[in-house]
């Protein structure tokens, strides 16, 4: 089998992750594409010139013309702006849009039949501008942002129950904003109810909502709390590591169970939008949404999220995208 071809288009803090994570993998032949002049050119000479470190033959190549990217089998995008303290992901929308915009015409036309994984943030708006733009089939359009907040949601279940994470599952449902769905009352270890777990260490329903609520609260915000710190940019390593592991899906066709940002054909009650939700990731993309049960409450939280993501689209619509 001869080796995939993974374009990253954006060769910045998580461009660069992606790259070096995608060639000590060795998942394929990466191409990454920059506006920035040289930069995508130093970069992956300096993760291929690593390679006996890290043991890897894959070729890891830089360029400044879109020509490069031919013939790619997965492209991830993380082309844009990222936030800066006290910003938003929204507040992003006019300059990011107005890249994306530039990068699905560059990637239309020199790699059509690629399988896209789009980053960039506000993410459900570029993805779907993406998918506007260069008119791909859906399943081969999909957003990066549930892998990252389910991880976050997971880290802190784990933190507060002082085990480890590999036996938490915890998913986030909806846009990837501040309205979010942390889904409760499906957290669990290895099966074990994390609300029953938090009661039996409070002996209080009371103490244990409350400490649910601060880590729902804390992954919710965790995007923020990062760019608070860092103050030059936001996550970079956590967003490379979870676009990776929706690559590895899609190459080896394992058929992942992700969080992922899919169009919605009227599961879960949502048609004609982009939204975080379960899919089955394989080697043509979101091959299908895995849908289940939600009460009440949580399908209002998940009807609240896609609103949200329905109005940041109209507004990216009223600014001409
Ligand atoms: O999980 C998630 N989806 C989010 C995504 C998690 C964290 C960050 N999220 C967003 O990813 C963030 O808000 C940004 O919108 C993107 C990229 O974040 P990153 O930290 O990598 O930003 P950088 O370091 O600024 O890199 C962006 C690169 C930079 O090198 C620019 O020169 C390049 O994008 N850029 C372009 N590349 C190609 N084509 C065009 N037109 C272009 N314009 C800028």
């Keep these: 089998m001869s080796r995939k071809k993974i374009a990253l288009i954006g060769g910045g803090q998580i461009g660069g992750v992606l790259a070096q994570l995608i060639a000590q993998k060795q998942l394929g032949d990466v191409v990454m594409f920059d506006v920035v002049e040289d930069m995508p050119q130093g970069k992956t000479l300096d993760i291929a010139e690593a390679s006996r470190i890290d043991g890897f033959d894959v070729k890891v190549t830089g360029t400044n013309d879109y020509k490069d990217i031919a013939g790619s089998d997965i492209i991830i995008i993380t082309a844009g702006l990222p936030r800066k303290p006290g910003m938003s992901r929204d507040d992003l929308l006019t300059t990011n849009a107005k890249i994306m915009k530039a990068v699905a015409e560059g990637v239309k036309a ?42 976050r949601f997971s880290t802190f279940i784990a933190w507060e129950l002082g085990i480890s994470v590999k036996d938490v599952n915890a998913m986030v449902l909806g846009g990837h904003g501040d309205t979010m769905v942390p889904i409760i009352r499906y957290a669990n270890v290895n099966g074990i109810p994390v609300m029953e777990q938090l009661e039996r260490k409070y002996g209080d329903k009371t103490k244990a909502n409350e400490v649910m609520n601060a880590m729902v609260s804390r992954t919710k915000m965790a995007g923020g709390e990062v760019v608070k710190l860092l103050k030059t940019g936001s996550a970079f390593y956590s967003p490379a590591a979870a676009a990776v592991t929706m690559a590895k899906s899609v190459i080896y066709d394992e058929k992942r169970v992700l969080p992922v940002c899919a169009f919605l054909n009227g599961e879960f009650g949502v048609n004609g939008y982009y939204l975080g939700v379960p899919a089955v990731v394989g080697a043509t993309g979101v091959e299908k949404v895995v849908e289940f049960s939600l009460n009440e409450e949580e399908q209002g939280l998940l009807d609240n999220s896609k609103n949200a993501v329905k109005k940041l689209i109209g507004d990216m619509e009223r600014l001409g995208f």
């Design 110 to 151: 020199n790699a059509p039949n690629a399988i896209v994984i789009i980053i960039s943030n506000p993410l459900d708006a570029m993805v779907t501008l993406f998918k506007k733009v260069t008119g791909f089939p859906s399943s081969r359009v999909f957003g990066q942002a549930g892998i990252l907040d389910s991880s």
